[in-house]
């Protein structure tokens, strides 16, 4: 959906993780190939019905580790990181969406938009390029590449139409 950073080595890395994740029982929440200071990660979010634990995540380092080092896909040193996506995981791929219709979420617009840059609403659908939401407001319609991010709402439910920053 959302462009993303190293892009080609995270297309790459996702045909070699999903095959082993496929065989643990696990699904790809997501592949970030990204710089912090001087250090590249590769992180590999993955995700499980029923919770992900710290085994399953040593379980899909291991084999994960080995298939990288075979395949060589990423020329520069980095450091590989394997855990969840968390509560307030980002949605980005259109099974995210689904998979959370009628939930609430935090959305963050990259520049102000309508007096907001960032509320809660309740995903009620997905296109390829949008989402539909309910806010305090009403419906409204959503350009994903108007977003920074639209991430699951984790908070207190009581404050879910309360005012965001």
């Not at 095959?19 to 499980?48: N, Q, S």
């Not at 099974?95 to 007096?115: A, K, N, Q, S, W």
């Not at 907001?116 to 997905?126: M, R, S, T, V, Y």
């Amino acid at each position: 959906m959302a462009g993303k950073k190293g892009g080609n080595t995270v297309a790459k890395v996702y045909d070699i993780t999903k095959p082993i994740a496929d065989g643990l029982g696990l699904r790809i929440w997501d592949v970030v190939f990204e710089k912090e200071g001087a250090m590249w990660y590769l992180r590999v979010f993955i995700d499980k019905d029923g919770g992900l634990s710290m085994e399953d995540c040593e379980n899909m380092t291991r084999p994960l580790s080995k298939a990288l080092d075979d395949a060589d896909p990423i020329e520069q040193n980095y450091m590989l990181e394997v855990g969840s996506p968390g509560l307030g995981r980002e949605l980005k791929r259109p099974e995210h969406f689904e998979e959370f219709l009628e939930c609430p979420v935090r959305i963050r617009y990259i520049r102000e938009t309508d007096g907001q840059k960032e509320f809660i609403a309740i995903l009620k659908g997905c296109t390829k390029d949008t989402i539909s939401v309910i806010t305090e407001e009403g419906d409204k319609e959503i350009k994903l590449s108007d977003t920074a991010f639209v991430r699951l709402y984790d908070d207190d439910p009581d404050e879910l139409f309360a005012d965001s920053e």
